[in-house]
């Protein structure tokens, strides 16, 4: 029988050094670090590489890694429990080596990546000497993979990538993309496309526009909106099989959206954290908000929401390390992706709420964190698309009611009891 939620002493001491080392020393370069990951910024190359060397002492460099990638091997229930920690700073996953989109397309070139991709892309990436970018979503559709038109053309023994890329995220910071195109627009629908590595600067890829998310300034946007005329790259580019993109896009999606999930619980711990402390700092009315019981409410509803959500993150975890098959956890995934951004937006708001004017105005961190809430909705598909697939998952395991009426119906429940303790009826009503 195991059945427990405490954590290791030793590994406890580890979360203990991460939670002091992100709350001193990474906090603060959110306000000074422009991106995390534009390596042109003096600044950030001033601040962000001696942090590095200081997780690295510590062993925690892409802690999230398996063994064979230079990782700790920690497992889900570990990398979340440290994920929780790193959510508080936007810094953080970079100063620790585990930033989207990059730590999920190692994922991908580690998996599917000839020998020669691994050695040019794959160890300075993982060593954050160089950005990548994920361009799979188009203007006209990104919920429905099926609907992209960036088409890839054999010539010879080059690829000819023509098409529009969007929302590329971090396309500008990027020293190479990974880019699914359809090369095979006859066949079934879900082999039609492929992935590609296309290194930032191949002549005819441009960048329309960076665009930005509601908070950010018009020069900050870092999602790219790309335009692919003539991008020619060699075969040996082709990542996975031919046809294979949707496989290869897969397998990058499956752990990453537990690690934004947890990072995504440091965000909300820290909105609710605020409010607490508002509720017990702002007198109204001759009482302390905290002793109203609609603040209460606000804040016994945030507290269970981000309660709940967390044992749903951990086991979820735990289930990954347990199967180690992704199919078998696919509904708990998908349950954790669509919730999250549910419990930040709800979480947030209320933050934003307690603490009146104060909260709305851009001097408190709540409208960046609802127009987060959104991203979390977004990024990786759609809320609804993931309630689907937890639905159709969950529905696998029911069958079809016998008859007209639904097993559960009263009535018949009642008869087949009836039935069952006939005799044990019969003789005790007879004593009445
Ligand atoms: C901050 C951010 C970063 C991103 N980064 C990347 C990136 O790096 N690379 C990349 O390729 N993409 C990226 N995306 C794009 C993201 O994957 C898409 O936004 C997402 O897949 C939805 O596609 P769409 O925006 O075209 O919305 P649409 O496909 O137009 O869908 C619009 C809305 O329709 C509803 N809807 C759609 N399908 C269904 C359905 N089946 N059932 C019910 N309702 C449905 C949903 O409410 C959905 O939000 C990013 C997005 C954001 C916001």
Same mark, same amino acid.
């Given at each position: 029988?195991?059945?427990?939620?405490?954590?290791?002493?030793?590994?406890?001491?580890?979360?203990?050094?991460?939670?002091?080392?992100?709350?001193?020393?990474?906090?603060?370069?959110?306000?000074?670090?422009?991106?995390?990951?534009?390596?042109?910024?003096?600044?950030?190359?001033?601040?962000?590489?001696?942090?590095?060397?200081?997780?690295?002492?510590?062993?925690?460099?892409?802690?999230?890694?398996?063994?064979?990638?230079?990782?700790?091997?920690?497992?889900?229930?570990?990398?979340?429990?440290?994920?929780?920690?790193?959510?508080?700073?936007?810094?953080?996953?970079?100063?620790?080596?585990?930033?989207?989109?990059?730590?999920?397309?190692?994922?991908?070139?580690?998996?599917?990546?000839?020998?020669?991709?691994?050695?040019?892309?794959?160890?300075?990436?993982?060593?954050?000497?160089?950005?990548?970018?994920? /361009?799979? !979503?188009?203007?006209? %559709? =990104?919920?429905?993979?099926?609907? $992209?038109? *960036? #088409?890839?053309?054999?010539?010879?023994?080059?690829?000819?990538?023509?098409?529009?890329?969007?929302?590329?995220?971090?396309?500008?910071?990027?020293?190479?993309?990974?880019?699914?195109?359809?090369?095979?627009?006859?066949?079934?629908?879900?082999?039609?496309?492929?992935?590609?590595?296309?290194?930032?600067?191949?002549?005819?890829?441009?960048?329309?526009?960076?665009?930005?998310?509601?908070?950010?300034?018009?020069?900050?946007?870092?999602?790219?909106?790309?335009?692919?005329?003539?991008?020619?790259?060699?075969?040996?580019?082709?990542?996975?099989?031919?046809?294979?993109?949707?496989?290869? /896009?897969? !397998?990058?999606?499956? %752990? =990453?959206?537990?690690?934004?999930? $947890?990072? *995504? #619980?440091?965000?909300?711990?820290?909105?609710?954290?605020?409010?607490?402390?508002?509720?017990?700092?702002?007198?109204?009315?001759?009482?302390?908000?905290?002793?109203?019981?609609?603040?209460?409410?606000?804040?016994?509803?945030?507290?269970?929401?981000?309660?709940?959500?967390?044992?749903?993150?951990?086991?979820?975890?735990?289930?990954?390390?347990?199967?180690?098959?992704?199919?078998?956890?696919?509904?708990?995934?998908?349950?954790?992706?669509?919730?999250?951004?549910?419990?930040?937006?709800?979480?947030?708001?209320?933050?934003?709420?307690?603490?009146?004017?104060?909260?709305?105005?851009?001097?408190?961190?709540?409208?960046?964190?609802?127009?987060?809430?959104?991203? $979390?909705?977004?990024?990786?598909?759609?809320?609804?698309?993931?309630?689907?697939?937890?639905?159709?998952?969950?529905?696998?395991?029911?069958?079809?009611?016998?008859?007209?009426?639904?097993?559960?119906?009263?009535?018949?429940?009642?008869?087949?009891?009836?039935?069952?303790?006939?005799?044990?009826?019969?003789?005790?009503?007879?004593?009445?």
């Amino acid at each position: 029988m195991s059945w427990d939620f405490e954590t290791d002493e030793d590994f406890q001491r580890q979360l203990d050094w991460v939670d002091e080392f992100v709350r001193e020393e990474v906090e603060p370069l959110d306000y000074v670090v422009g991106h995390p990951l534009d390596m042109t910024d003096p600044v950030r190359q001033a601040l962000i590489p001696p942090l590095q060397a200081k997780v690295r002492a510590e062993g925690l460099w892409g802690f999230h890694l398996s063994t064979e990638l230079g990782g700790r091997g920690f497992g889900q229930v570990k990398n979340a429990l440290l994920n929780e920690i790193l959510g508080r700073a936007r810094c953080a996953p970079v100063v620790f080596g585990n930033q989207a989109p990059d730590s999920g397309n190692a994922e991908i070139i580690a998996h599917y990546g000839t020998a020669a991709q691994k050695e040019q892309y794959l160890q300075p990436l993982l060593d954050n000497q160089i950005a990548s970018c994920f /361009a799979m !979503t188009e203007p006209q %559709g =990104g919920a429905d993979p099926l609907v $992209m038109k *960036t #088409l890839a053309v054999a010539d010879g023994d080059e690829w000819v990538i023509n098409g529009f890329k969007w929302f590329a995220s971090h396309a500008r910071f990027a020293s190479f993309l990974i880019v699914m195109a359809v090369t095979d627009p006859d066949a079934a629908p879900y082999k039609r496309q492929s992935m590609f590595i296309v290194p930032a600067g191949t002549p005819g890829l441009e960048i329309v526009r960076n665009v930005g998310v509601g908070y950010e300034r018009a020069d900050e946007g870092a999602h790219g909106y790309l335009e692919f005329k003539d991008v020619r790259v060699p075969k040996e580019n082709l990542l996975g099989e031919r046809g294979g993109g949707f496989v290869v /896009a897969q !397998t990058r999606l499956g %752990g =990453g959206r537990v690690h934004h999930a $947890m990072r *995504t #619980l440091g965000l909300i711990r820290k909105a609710f954290d605020m409010m607490c402390e508002r509720a017990v700092s702002r007198h109204t009315q001759g009482e302390l908000l905290g002793d109203k019981q609609m603040v209460q409410e606000m804040i016994a509803d945030s507290w269970a929401d981000m309660e709940q959500f967390r044992l749903l993150v951990l086991r979820t975890a735990w289930r990954i390390d347990r199967y180690n098959d992704y199919r078998q956890v696919r509904a708990d995934i998908a349950a954790v992706k669509a919730l999250m951004p549910k419990v930040l937006h709800d979480v947030a708001s209320r933050a934003l709420q307690v603490h009146g004017s104060l909260g709305v105005s851009n001097e408190m961190p709540f409208s960046e964190m609802l127009v987060e809430s959104y991203h $979390m909705g977004l990024a990786d598909g759609p809320t609804q698309v993931h309630k689907v697939t937890v639905a159709r998952q969950i529905l696998r395991g029911y069958e079809p009611a016998p008859g007209l009426f639904p097993t559960g119906h009263l009535p018949a429940q009642q008869r087949v009891a009836l039935a069952r303790y006939a005799d044990v009826l019969e003789r005790h009503l007879e004593q009445i």
